[in-house]
């Protein structure tokens, strides 16, 4: 019954914030009048407040009415109760602890896998993976896990950036971390390239958006999915 | 009594494996034969054994012997008994979750203390800071705590990136990230770039290497301090 959009990021170069998926928005989220943002990722420290003020801006363009997860009394309820539930992105860690915090994990999940329609967008993302343990995030905080919602059989690196060739840094690239990440864990990994995203359908997996994305499976040499192709069986 | 080198890259460009420090750990190690390398943070992956046989090869221009952390029976033992210390880079959660596991992290911050020189490079610098919260790394594996050694009073960002302004994407800067952690900590951050360390000699900071660093304090601009300045004050 799931009906999620798994984006790499939520702006791309050169637009406002979610422009380039509004399209597709307006379709995910037909039957709603109203969506629950959750807005704990807080991206660059913002507060709920800053962060869902630009979401309900963005969404007021498709006639989709917001309210943060922030302003409910009852969080469990709010997510319980939502015609759609969209979360964020910022920091991987502080959503994750705080998701945590408030014992919402296990809820989450259930009510996206009952087909409450869902965006995620970068640590809103990742959050759909296995586990959130390969986000570019800083760990600014100590999570009690780094388990996540698993809504997909696999791992999402999102805002996914290949080598530069003339970079003359030494720190890790993208392609090193999740090769590291590889020597320890089994779980695939979709290398999402910012300006793509999943959408699942029920059981079915599709990468969307203009750009292909690079797959890492353990032991195997990464390689590149098309744009359309259906990810369903990677786990 | 700290004798300690704390270097953002253990490799500048265009230069072999510790190359540039060479001069520098030749005094810093002057009475040591042999040094002790923790191995524990396995750059790419690799094992305890190749990642040795890097160090041993760069150490033997300077006549130092290197044995592995591994190759030693008693971990606890080979710490306190060794001439010199050197833990060198890769991944910050495995590193750290390893000295956990291990029952290092105590010992080696009163090793430390005590006088044996060490010398750590970029997740081997990460863990002198209070905590590993400011590390580059990826999370793939849950240590039991950020909590690191504590050596110096503020945390290390290694491999310091200055914005790109000409860059079309969207994942944090670096200096955004630094900005998120002061949204839940208060611990000032060394961002070291490339080439520079820090000195601590006893109750004394210095900054080294060619280049400046940058410091974020928290609800402070961050600014820039040259080479040479002393950081004793920074905490």
């Known amino acids: 019954m799931t009906k999620a959009i798994i984006a790499s990021t939520s702006t791309i170069h050169g637009s406002t914030y979610l422009e380039y998926l509004l399209p597709t928005l307006k379709e995910h989220y037909y039957n709603c009048s109203e969506i629950v943002f959750i ?104 999570p009690p896990s780094f388990k996540t919602l698993g809504i997909i059989p696999f791992n999402i690196n999102p805002h996914y950036l290949d080598p530069d060739p003339t970079s003359t840094h030494k720190g890790e690239t993208r392609e090193t971390r999740i090769k590291e990440f590889h020597k320890f864990n089994t779980i695939p990994v979709v290398g999402l390239r910012e300006g793509s995203w999943l959408t699942v359908d029920d059981k079915t997996i599709t990468l969307n958006g203009n750009l292909d994305a690079r797959i890492f499976e353990c032991n195997k040499i990464p390689y590149e999915v098309n744009t359309g192709q259906d990810l369903s069986d990677l786990n």
Chains 1, 2 share one sequence.
């Not at 922030?70 to 910022?90: C, L, M, P, R, V």
């Not at 896998?113 to 970068?122: D, E, H, V």
């Open 39 to 142: 807005p704990f990722a807080r991206p660059s420290g913002i507060s709920h407040e800053e962060y869902t003020l630009i979401v309900k801006k963005a969404f007021s363009q498709i006639n989709i009415q917001v309210k943060g997860l922030h302003e409910f009394d009852d969080y469990s309820n709010a997510i319980k109760n939502a015609q759609g539930i969209f979360t964020g992105g910022g920091n991987t860690f502080l959503l994750v602890s705080q998701l945590y915090k408030n014992n919402l994990i296990e809820l989450l999940r259930t009510t996206i896998l009952a087909g409450t329609p869902y965006l995620g967008t970068s640590a809103g993302s990742n959050i759909c993976g296995l586990t959130m343990s390969t986000t570019n995030d800083m760990p600014i905080v100590y």
